[in-house]
């Protein structure tokens, strides 16, 4: 079946602009992850979707960073005013339910770079 | 906060040569443990996984990893690597008790295996 897809795969921007990241989760996955990827660095969680629950959003950096998630399906992930710190692989994740006994799906990734 | 943390940040290696990926993490709980891989071009893919019961886990592709509690280390080990072991290889963190199964990762261990 269709995996987690994410789009742009690479989106190029001027310091300042405001980005907007889509992640498509797999169908019926309840919960929706972003993490950021910076150079050289793991992974970082940034924010996590499970049904109609308020979202968990302990690990985005500022106030710049925000998400959606209409129910069950696509989430965007919107960075106003872009700073060069900002330059990242933004990955999505879903996975059937919240339990850390569930594994999380990867998407391919969104490269932002901010110039 | 829980940390993981992986000693090798890059490894070279001779296929058929053995490996061993180290990995601790700081979290004196009760943690559920994974390695997820990534290879050129390919999205972040679940390795292994470890819950509870038997220690030593086997994963996909000959791939098998081991929890010791009193280290906090969950290594990740293979007999003879191939060339197509060749990718980017992340440890990862979840408290059962850390509210939505967020994972907390390593910063990555490029693997290189030369043919």
């Known amino acids: 079946g269709a995996g987690v897809s994410q789009s742009p795969s690479n989106k190029v921007t001027e310091k300042g602009k405001d980005v907007e990241l889509r992640c498509d989760p797999i169908?019926?996955?309840?919960?929706l992850y972003w993490y950021r990827q910076r150079l050289g660095q793991g992974l970082e969680f940034l924010i996590y979707?499970?049904?109609?629950?308020?979202?968990?959003k302990s690990g985005l950096p500022s106030d710049r960073f925000s998400a959606e998630r209409t129910g069950e399906s696509v989430s965007t992930l919107t960075i106003q005013r872009t700073q060069q710190e900002d330059s990242a692989v933004y990955l999505c994740?879903?996975?059937?339910?919240?339990?850390?006994?569930?594994?999380?799906?990867f998407g391919p990734g969104t490269r932002l770079t901010v110039l | 906060a829980q940390s993981v943390s992986q000693h090798n940040h890059h490894v070279i290696l001779s296929e058929a040569a053995s490996l061993e990926l180290g990995c601790n993490y700081s979290?004196?709980?009760?943690?559920?443990l994974f390695w997820y891989v990534q290879y050129p071009g390919q999205h972040l893919q679940l390795l292994l996984k470890?819950?509870?019961?038997?220690?030593l886990v086997k994963g996909i592709k000959g791939f098998e990893a081991e929890f010791i509690k009193s280290k906090f280390s969950f290594n990740l080990r293979k007999p003879s690597v191939q060339w197509s072991d060749t990718a980017e290889y992340f440890c990862?963190?979840?408290?059962?008790?850390?509210?939505?199964?967020?994972?907390?990762f390593g910063q990555g261990t490029e693997l290189s295996v030369k043919p």
């Open positions: 990862a963190v979840t408290s059962i008790y850390n509210q939505g199964g967020k994972l907390i």
């Open positions: 994740a879903s996975s059937p339910g919240t339990s850390g006994y569930n594994e999380q799906f």
């Open positions: 979290y004196g709980g009760t943690v559920n």
């Open positions: 470890y819950f509870s019961g038997d220690p």
């Open positions: 169908s019926g996955h309840t919960a």
């Open positions: 979707f499970q049904g109609n629950s308020a979202p968990d």
